[in-house]
């Protein structure tokens, strides 16, 4: 058989040991002139919430990193997942992202049949962007100032207590569950349709208390209409230095709202690379940062190996939550 026979035989043999190494050098042209066209990066919430806020901030900031324009496209709707299942789809291309929120940890166990149903699986994690505590805060007619007498005063009324969240599932929702079974107390949930109408019940005393978003609650604490009891993060925040951690009274309660940087599955490891560094450099600049915590809103620096591990964790435990609680969606 002649050489030039034999190269034939051998590519119609097995066509994929000629084609791979040109799909090797496309791929590797791709990451290497990434980016090249506009990027958008989706955010699961509607327009001008603090996600919406957030996401903008960091995506201006990204611009001149990248060399391109960043566009924010708000697909609110299904508790996030209309926003994940999109991006999840998508080709991993680099060029529509997700700013991925705590409620990918929570709706695996929440809503088992929403796509997509694996969401460690279903995206590539890029980077940390941000996190966000709650504020607990209750109706002035409370006879409590701190964490401490909220479940002594609690504890003395079973049932009696109504506490407010954003909805059934919301991350608010999650944490008075993980309160109240730490707590040992028995409150009677009662979930709105986002935070706006709660937090106009909990001034007017329909409802006691509620963990709020600092956005939400911050205005509504200092004028005097609710009463800001202690925040969910580990330490004070700078927007109410004197109000401290739910830890003090329960030693190693921590829940934040976190945002982060995400692909669809398969998302190769040069374009991780180039969006994590533009992303790093975004959460780290002090304009940035200052402009947040204004909002008490933490940036939050990190690789997409601590977004990975972070979503992870939150999974597990808010899993665990959720079926220890019986929480359904109906």
């Known amino acids: 058989m002649s050489t030039r026979?034999?190269?034939?035989?051998v590519a119609a043999a097995a066509p994929g040991a000629l084609a791979a190494p040109a799909v090797l050098r496309g791929a590797a042209a791709q990451e290497a002139t990434f980016p090249n066209r506009p990027i958008t990066i989706v955010n699961p919430y509607p327009p001008g919430g603090a996600t919406d806020f957030g996401t903008r901030l960091l995506a201006a900031r990204m611009e001149p990193e990248l060399g391109q324009s960043i566009v924010v496209d708000s697909r609110p709707g299904a508790g996030t997942a209309v926003a994940n299942a999109y991006v999840a789809g998508l080709r991993p291309d680099g060029y529509t992202l997700l700013m991925g929120t705590t409620s990918l940890a929570v709706l695996p166990a929440l809503q088992p049949n929403v796509q997509p149903r694996d969401p460690q699986s279903a995206f590539t994690p890029?980077?940390?962007?941000?996190?966000?505590p709650f504020i607990l805060h209750v109706h002035p007619s409370v006879p409590a100032r701190t964490t401490a007498e909220l479940i002594a005063h609690a504890k003395a009324n079973p049932g009696k207590l109504s506490w407010g969240s954003s909805g059934i599932g919301a991350?608010?929702?999650m944490?008075?569950?993980?309160?109240r079974s730490r707590a040992g107390i028995d409150v009677v949930h009662v979930p709105y349709r986002g935070g706006a109408p709660a937090l106009l019940d909990i001034q007017a005393g329909r409802i006691h208390a509620m963990f709020a978003a600092v956005q939400e609650a911050i205005g509504s604490v200092r004028d005097g209409r609710t009463r800001a009891i202690a925040v969910t993060s580990a330490s004070r925040i700078g927007v109410l230095p004197d109000l401290p951690p739910v830890a003090e009274a329960l030693p190693g309660f921590e829940t934040v709202f976190w945002q982060g940087l995400f692909g669809p599955a398969g998302l190769p490891a040069g374009v991780v690379?180039?969006?994590g560094a533009a992303l790093r450099v975004a959460t780290t600049d002090e304009s940035v940062r200052a402009r947040m915590a204004e909002q008490g809103i933490e940036a939050w620096p990190g690789d997409a190996e601590l977004l990975r591990q972070t979503l992870a964790r939150d999974t597990e435990m808010w899993g665990k939550i959720i079926r220890e609680a019986n929480i359904r969606v109906e």
């Open 5 to 9: 026979r034999r190269i034939l035989h």
């Open 126 to 132: 890029i980077g940390t962007a941000t996190r966000s």
């Open 171 to 173: 991350i608010n929702h």
């Open 175 to 179: 944490t008075l569950e993980l309160f």
């Open 273 to 275: 690379s180039r969006l």
